[in-house]
């Protein structure tokens, strides 16, 4: 078992990639919304934070969607190619007739899984079977009274989050979908996991609002409002390094590398590298740190204590 302080968001079909989204690029397996959330994560530096995921039954079906965009396109082709038969227009091409549409859409998501994270169905299908099958019998929600059939793609999922889960623990899981028939009560009555289901709402102001207080204070740094304070606090960060070491000297402070770790909605620690030298002369990175804590003030972050740590 595997234990994490992280956030794991899953996303469901219908949310990872909309068919609304319309036509696709066949040079590579774009999914239009993960794609543009691990962008988002990348940007605000939440990437270490936050795990995104894909169940595998979820890349299948993407995968047969796309199969079948490109069966479709594949057939407009070759009507235009009727068209232009009796064309003296040379130099148009048509894609070959002997491409396998399911062949190569396979072979790009067998490139694009190398970057997802994928949580497989369970290996123990036996037990997988009688569970979902019971909750099929009982009209558990995803399934339904009157549909035979429907809630199995679902159900499947669901089973494999809280299966996938029970072994790898998260902070928090957020199964976003805007599938209204996704509910926990038999999940949460089986499993100990904090799952929470997020239905039409945008993932990334979910995350915006989840990591408000972060963003917020990572704006502030990087605005030129907080140049103003850089020389204080370099003044005091070599103070606190010659109580240290007397021979110790500040030669850099990284501002650009900071790491923030909220207190709560109004204290931040910001962990700031350090580079120093002994009697100006040798330079190197230490390992020290300067520990800056901030307090929001109405619109601004003060600085309350500076600090130097080992």
């Keep these: 078992m595997t234990s994490s302080n992280k956030i794991a ?47 595998e039954i979820v890349v299948r079906e993407l995968t047969e969607q796309r199969i079948k965009m490109l069966q479709s396109d594949i057939a407009d082709l070759k009507k235009m190619k009727e068209k232009f038969s009796n064309s003296s227009i040379s130099e148009i091409k048509f894609l070959s007739e002997s491409i396998n549409p399911r062949k190569y859409i396979e072979e790009l998501i067998d490139t694009k899984l190398r970057e997802l994270l994928i949580i497989p169905n369970p290996d123990n299908r036996l037990e997988m079977f009688e569970t979902i099958y019971n909750m099929a019998l009982r009209k558990t929600p995803p399934f339904k009274d009157g549909k035979s059939d429907a809630g199995f793609k679902d159900a499947i999922l669901l089973y494999s989050i809280a299966e996938y889960f029970k072994a790898n623990r998260y902070k928090n899981i957020f199964l976003f979908t805007e599938d209204k028939a996704f509910k926990l009560d038999y999940i949460k009555d089986k499993y100990k996991i904090p799952l929470e289901i997020k239905k039409n709402t945008g993932t990334q102001n979910f995350i915006v609002n989840l990591f408000r207080v972060r963003i917020e204070l990572m704006e502030y740094l990087e605005n030129i409002s907080f140049l103003d304070l850089k020389e204080r606090l ?23 590398q900071y790491l923030i770790n ?33 307090k ?13 740590i080992n």
């Design 9 to 55: 968001i899953v996303l469901d079909t219908c949310v990872a990639h909309p068919k609304n989204e319309g036509g696709c690029e066949y040079n590579s397996f774009n999914i239009k919304n993960y794609d543009d959330l691990i962008g988002f994560l990348e940007r605000k530096e939440l990437i270490d934070d936050i795990d995104v995921f894909l169940p």
């Design 234 to 256: 370099v003044k005091r960060v070599k103070e606190k390094i010659k109580t240290i070491n007397s021979q110790y000297s500040l030669h850099d402070i990284k501002f650009n």
């Design 296 to 308: 929001k003030e109405k619109n601004n972050w003060i600085p309350i204590n500076v600090d130097v």
């Design 262 to 294: 909220e207190i709560n909605e109004e204290l931040c620690e910001v962990y700031y590298p350090i580079i120093v030298s002994i009697n100006l002369d040798r330079v190197w990175d230490s390992e020290m740190k300067a520990k800056i804590i901030f």
